[in-house]
């Protein structure tokens, strides 16, 4: 346990994690028209952890207390992530493509200093544009 307390529950914790993240993704095109096309990927992702900062509420023997904890054990962790996609690639002329991604991120390995589970999902939504 991070915490100076022995047998202290702890009860709420808020973080900050500062790390970059490494993409491999292989990507399959299908249903391409003149306009458009679909694409799936997947892959995964690892991680590059350079700073954490948690804050905590403790509580030790029926008190309350905050704690909170910087670390800044720089640890890398490949492979943490295994990555879905689907996609649609739209062309907005001669100017760029507008591409919509649902995505997912499910853990394989825990991360950081309190071996948590990070998941993540959304939608990305951008233009891209080729240059070569």
């Not at 249903?31 to 995964?44: D, E, I, P, R, Y």
């Amino acid at each position: 346990t991070p915490l100076p307390y022995p047998n202290a529950t702890i009860g709420d914790v808020t973080g900050e994690c500062r790390m970059l993240e490494w993409p491999l993704n292989i990507t399959y095109r299908f249903g391409k028209k003149s306009t458009s096309q679909w694409f799936v990927l997947a892959g995964t992702s690892s991680y590059f952890m350079n700073s954490e900062y948690y804050a905590y509420d403790v509580t030790y023997y029926g008190n309350n207390y905050p704690y909170s904890s910087r670390y800044k054990n720089k640890s890398t962790i490949m492979f943490a992530m295994i990555n879905f996609g689907i996609g649609y690639t739209r062309k907005l002329g001669k100017f760029a493509d507008l591409r919509i991604e649902p995505y997912a991120k499910l853990p394989v390995k825990k991360i950081g200093s309190g071996s948590l589970p990070i998941q993540s999902g959304g939608i990305l939504i951008g233009l891209t544009k080729t240059i070569f």
